[in-house]
Structures are given as structure tokens and as C-alpha cells.
């Protein structure tokens, strides 16, 4: 009788606990942020890397700058209807050069003067728009981690590694 009494709660536990487990899954799916294969997704926009390039300093796109750069071309995409502009970028992605420093790449002018004049104009949902930016490189050989972090925090749900040509 207490074998079956024992085995019962056991049962009802497990059933309790695999259902809340599903609950939070699928509530976790529907809100999901992550960033791989040059695309990130957060809570109100889409992002996709389109181009990167290392730009020397005294080049076009780097033509005040005393290092290098590494820079990136996204388009963004609003999915929520909430204020988004191209520099929403800035939010959510920080470069690193793991093999000099643990540290955080600067953020350098941008890139393309090209976009700057939209640079802060919101995007309606659904809608897209162009944006470029860059930061300041340790040295020319090392390869770039770009780190997505969630929208609103600093936790990283995702990296992806470039490397410089």
C-alpha cells in the first residue's frame, strides 16, 4: 500500500513538473532572441549583417580614424511597432578581439556617411531600413567576435566570429 502511495505522488510530481517545463518552453519560443548566420532577433527587431569589412585608417569610411576599423552593414527590420531606428543596432551588439583583450572594441565614427542622414529616423513596423557601424580594431590578424545581446540586458544570445582578410 505504500509502495502504490509512494509510486502515485511520484507520478503526480513528475506530471506537474513536465507540464510547467512545457508551459515555460513555449512561452520561451515565442519570445525568442538569439543571433546566428549573420541574423539577429530580439524583443522588437530583426537585424541582418549584409557586408563586413576592415577599413585602414586614412581610407574612405575611416578617413579620420587612427586605427582601423572593422565594420559592419546591416539592414534592420521593425517587428514590433515600438521606436526602432537604425542605431537601435547599437543596443545589442558588442565586438571583440579575444586574442589581445577580454575587453570591449570602441566604438568608432560610422562607416558609410551615406546612411547617417536616416541614421535615427524610427522605422515603422514591418518596415526596414539600412544602417552601418564600427569599432576601433586591436591589430589587423585577429578575428572579431560579435556578441547579440538580449534587448534591455547584457546577456549574450549569441556570437558570431569573423575573421579579418
Not at 518552453?25 to 549573420?38: D, I, L, T
Not at 511597432?81 to 545589442?92: D, E, R, T
Not at 583583450?101 to 558609410?112: M, R
Amino acid at each position: 500500500m505504500k509502495k502504490t502511495l509512494l509510486f502515485l505522488l511520484t507520478l503526480t510530481a513528475l506530471i506537474s513538473l513536465s507540464g510547467c517545463g512545457m508551459l515555460g518552453q513555449s512561452k520561451n519560443s515565442a519570445n525568442s532572441q538569439n543571433f546566428s548566420k549573420n541574423s539577429l532577433k530580439v524583443k522588437n527587431f530583426h537585424l541582418k549583417i549584409t557586408k563586413t569589412a576592415v577599413i585602414p585608417a586614412g581610407t574612405s569610411g575611416n578617413e579620420f580614424g587612427k586605427k582601423p576599423i572593422f565594420a559592419i552593414w546591416y539592414t534592420i527590420t521593425n517587428t514590433s511597432g515600438k521606436k526602432v531606428s537604425p542605431v537601435s543596432a547599437a543596443s545589442v551588439l558588442r565586438a571583440y578581439q579575444p586574442a589581445k583583450s577580454k575587453k570591449q572594441l570602441v566604438a568608432a565614427p560610422l562607416p558609410d556617411q551615406s546612411l547617417a542622414a536616416k541614421y535615427k529616423i524610427n522605422i515603422k513596423k514591418n518596415q526596414s531600413a539600412k544602417g552601418s557601424m564600427a569599432w576601433n580594431l586591436y591589430d589587423t590578424k585577429s578575428s572579431i567576435k560579435i556578441h547579440g545581446v538580449k534587448y534591455g540586458t547584457n546577456q549574450t544570445i549569441g556570437v558570431q566570429t569573423y575573421s579579418i582578410k
